[in-house]
């Protein structure tokens, strides 16, 4: 696949899976299959593996570029490596510190150092 015929499946992936209940599987299903064998979407990741994921359901629960690891990927004070390379993206180790229902704040899972939530 070119640059351009994966930025357009991306897109019209993105666009169908924001129809919700709306949303037609198969078509998605379809574009899925498109980024697998056009190797954007990687084989099946442990975590795939292990809670029986598949790729169409990754996008469902995270999203079409959930293949990539986003946010903060190294302790900013160890510089440990947050990515959890045994499950897989887009899993991290980061732990999450909570105030209510919202995610305040990042502790690093090695140092235990607290980096608050940018909501800028």
Not at 15 to 27: I, M, Q, V
Not at 83 to 112: H, W, Y
């Amino acid at each position: 696949m070119t640059e351009t015929e994966i930025a357009e499946t991306l897109a019209a992936l993105k666009a169908e899976r924001e129809k919700f209940t709306r949303s037609d599987t198969s078509l998605m299903q379809r574009l899925v299959d498109r980024l697998v064998a056009g190797g954007v979407y990687p084989p099946p990741t442990p975590a795939m593996l292990k809670h029986n994921y598949s790729h169409l359901s990754m996008v469902q629960s995270w999203g079409e570029d959930w293949y990539l690891w986003r946010g903060t990927l190294n302790c900013p004070k160890c510089k440990s490596d947050w990515r959890a390379l045994d499950l897989g993206p887009p899993f991290k180790r980061e732990i999450g510190r909570s105030q209510g229902d919202m995610t305040v704040s990042l502790s690093c899972p090695d140092c235990n150092h607290v980096i608050p939530r940018n909501f800028g």
